[in-house]
C-alpha cells in the first residue's frame, strides 16, 4: 500500500496514542431496551463499542444483577485504520485528521 506523506503522519499519531480517546458522542438506540454505542481510540487502535442492556433477577434469595452484552469492532489493520479516520476524523480535535477526513466528504 502506497501511504501519502499526510497518511503517514495521522498513522503515527494513531500509533503513538495522541489520538486516544472518546470519538464523538455517544449513541443511545431503543425505547425499552437501552443499547449504548460508543466509538472510541484505545491504545492507538479505533474501536466501536456496542453495549446491551443490563438487566437483573430474583433467585429466591437476592437481586442478581447481569451486565449487558458487551460487542467490540476492531480496526487493526492500517486500510481499516484509514477508513476509521475518513469517516470519524472530522470529529477529533487534531488538523492533520480533520483535513484527511475533509478529503473524503461526500461532495453535493
Same mark, same amino acid.
Given at each position: 500500500?502506497?501511504? #501519502?506523506?499526510?497518511?503517514?503522519?495521522?498513522?503515527?499519531?494513531?500509533?503513538? $496514542? @495522541?489520538?486516544?480517546?472518546? !470519538?464523538?458522542?455517544?449513541?443511545?438506540?431503543?425505547? +425499552?431496551?437501552? !443499547?449504548?454505542?460508543? #466509538?472510541?481510540?484505545?491504545? $492507538?487502535?479505533? @474501536?466501536?463499542?456496542?453495549? $446491551?442492556?443490563? +438487566?437483573?433477577?430474583?433467585?429466591?434469595?437476592?437481586?442478581? +444483577?447481569?451486565? $449487558?452484552?458487551? #460487542?467490540? @469492532?476492531?480496526?487493526?489493520? !492500517?486500510?481499516?485504520?484509514?477508513?476509521?479516520? @475518513?469517516?470519524?476524523?472530522?470529529?477529533?480535535?487534531?488538523?492533520? !485528521?480533520?483535513?484527511?477526513?475533509?478529503?473524503?466528504?461526500?461532495?453535493?
Amino acid at each position: 500500500m502506497d501511504l #501519502t506523506d499526510l497518511e503517514k503522519t495521522i498513522l503515527e499519531k494513531l500509533s503513538s $496514542g @495522541q489520538l486516544d480517546g472518546v !470519538v464523538g458522542n455517544d449513541l443511545i438506540t431503543g425505547d +425499552h431496551a437501552k !443499547v449504548t454505542i460508543r #466509538t472510541v481510540i484505545i491504545n $492507538g487502535i479505533p @474501536q466501536i463499542l456496542r453495549f $446491551g442492556p443490563d +438487566h437483573k433477577y430474583f433467585d429466591g434469595k437476592e437481586n442478581i +444483577h447481569v451486565d $449487558g452484552k458487551k #460487542t467490540i @469492532q476492531l480496526f487493526e489493520t !492500517v486500510a481499516d485504520k484509514l477508513k476509521f479516520l @475518513q469517516k470519524f476524523g472530522w470529529l477529533l480535535s487534531d488538523s492533520d !485528521v480533520k483535513k484527511y477526513s475533509a478529503m473524503y466528504k461526500p461532495k453535493k
